[in-house]
T-cell receptor
Framework: DADVTQTPRNRITKTGKRIMLECSQT?????MYWYRQDPGLGLRLIYY???????NKGEISDGYSVSRQAQAKFSLSLESAIPNQTALYFC???????????FGDGTRLSIL | SQELEQSPQSLIVQEGKNLTINCTSS?????LYWYKQKYGEGLIFLMM?????EEKSHEKITAKLDEKKQQSSLHITASQPSHAGIYLC????????????????FGQGTILTVHP
């Protein structure tokens, strides 16, 4: 089983719908992150959390919200989806500050 | 803010050729991470560099961080079709207090194609 699991893997939805992407991890890491990837733009940080009671905005948090339900779970919500939120979304985890981040397989989200 | 520029943006090589991908930072790097991504899939961690002048190798891939800690290179020797994918560098920026925020900024990626 994957250490960082994202669900769903693919989602097609319509403008204005509320969407939740879920991430769970079995690595025991405290730190969790949500990124989006767009062609030619690399990965951009949406939100991150260093423990269950800690939530921080990244560089592109507008239009998104997150919930850290437990150490192992970090969900990303789009309250009212719009087409320019069509992208590949990644969840990642890390142990300590200096350690590399470990990524899930991504969720491909298309908003029509 | 930290900016990472990767070059080239894309690269097409014949199997067996050597190649280099560069990652240049606008600021001093606290830590530099190389990842590989197959199209539409997750990122696989390759190597981490932290010290100026550091060099690490794994199989046919070698990564270096320059002494000033503002540029890193990823070199693949005798490339194979299995090396194809997107290579991304990520870095932890240093704030004014000299510490890291603990989150990564990524370059835009280099798309590598290896023809058999």
């Amino acid at each position: 089983d994957a250490d960082v699991t994202q669900t769903p893997r693919n989602r097609i939805t319509k403008t204005g719908k509320r969407i939740m992407l879920e991430c769970s991890q079995t690595k025991g890491h405290d730190r969790m992150y949500w990124y989006r990837q767009d062609p030619g733009l690399g990965l951009r940080l949406i939100y991150y959390s260093f423990d269950v009671k800690d939530i921080n905005k990244g560089e592109i948090s507008d239009g998104y919200s997150v919930s850290r339900q437990a150490q192992a779970k970090f969900s990303l919500s789009l309250e009212s989806a719009i087409p320019n939120q069509t992208a590949l979304y990644f969840c990642a985890t890390s142990d300590r500050e200096s350690q590399p981040q470990h990524f899930g397989d991504g969720t491909r989200l298309s908003i029509l | 803010s930290q900016e990472l520029e990767q070059s080239p943006q894309s690269l097409i090589v014949q199997e067996g050729k050597n190649l280099t991908i560069n990652c240049t930072s606008s600021k001093t790097l606290y830590g530099l991470y190389w990842y590989k991504q197959k199209y539409g899939e997750g990122l696989i961690f390759l190597m981490m560099l932290q010290k100026g002048g550091e060099e690490k190798s794994h199989e046919k891939i070698t990564a270096k961080l320059d002494e000033k800690k503002q540029q890193s290179s990823l070199h693949i020797t005798a490339s194979q079709p299995s090396h194809a994918g997107i290579y991304l560098c990520g870095a932890r920026p240093i704030n004014a207090g000299g510490t890291s925020y603990g989150k990564l900024t990524f370059g835009q990626g280099t798309i590598l194609t290896v023809h058999p």
